[in-house]
């Protein structure tokens, strides 16, 4: 499968637990976005990345969210101290210079 | 804030009619316009995008208009089958930007009854 990959697919976490998840991209794609979905809604976005570089961060993100993307290929988004709020579908997408997003599975996370 | 809103929220019709998915957009600077499909439990995928020196592109069954002026853009199905029923995203962009984020409407569940 040459698409883009999420793992984990779920993660069930208590409240104030860290939680990490991975994002490969496309191979090449040198652009990569995370995206938040919540039940109901359009995919909202987070981060993006060109190549290694966080060049946008939303509002949305807030100081216990972090993502790394060290050598330009795959990602990581970090959770701390997880809220109840934090609970929805991460959804990673990559493209090619600007053009269309490929949307990975998503990572469905629930906070208890 | 840019914003993109889509109607309507939800959407049944009977097997072989057309459906009609509507969105309006707030930032002028758009101009770049995908329409996702989302199965239930399933990534989004493109099924179809529109860039804003086109004013109609087609792809079998499978349409999207854009009034630049009105900023309005339109996801047109037709000779809809069971397969078709799923969740549509649109979104709107400004492609060539130092982003190219995708400002999602809240989505039409578009249901097609056999």
């Known amino acids: 499968d040459t698409g883009v990959s999420q793992d984990p697919r779920h993660k069930i976490t208590k409240r104030g637990q860290n939680v990490t998840f991975r994002c490969d991209p496309i191979?090449?794609?040198?652009?990569l976005y995370w995206y938040r979905q919540t039940l109901g809604q359009g995919p909202e976005f987070l981060t993006y990345?060109?190549?290694?570089?966080?060049?946008?961060k939303s509002r949305l993100l807030s100081d216990r969210f972090s993502a790394e993307r060290p050598k330009g290929s795959f990602s990581t988004l970090e959770i701390q101290r997880t809220e109840q709020g934090d609970s929805a579908m991460y959804l990673c997408?990559?493209?090619?210079?600007?053009?269309?997003?490929?949307f990975g599975p998503g990572t469905r996370l629930l906070v208890l | 804030g840019e914003n993109v809103e889509q109607h309507p929220s939800t959407l049944s019709v009977q097997e072989g009619d057309s459906a009609v998915i509507k969105c309006t957009y707030s930032?002028?600077?758009?101009?770049?316009f995908p329409w996702y499909k989302q199965e239930l439990g399933k990534r989004p995928q493109l099924i179809i995008d529109?860039?804003?020196?086109?004013g109609e592109k087609k792809d079998q069954r499978i349409a999207v208009t854009l009034n630049k002026t009105a900023k309005h853009f339109s996801l047109h199905i037709t000779e809809t089958q069971p397969e078709d029923s799923a969740v549509y995203f649109c979104?709107?962009?400004?492609?060539?930007?130092?982003?190219?984020?995708?400002?999602f409407g809240t989505g039409t569940l578009l249901a097609v009854q056999p």
């Open positions: 997408a990559s493209s090619m210079r600007g053009e269309t997003q490929y």
């Open positions: 191979s090449e794609h040198n652009r």
């Open positions: 990345f060109q190549n290694e570089a966080q060049l946008e």
């Open positions: 930032d002028s600077a758009s101009n770049y």
């Open positions: 529109i860039r804003s020196n086109v």
């Open positions: 979104a709107a962009s400004w492609a060539g930007g130092a982003t190219n984020k995708l400002i």
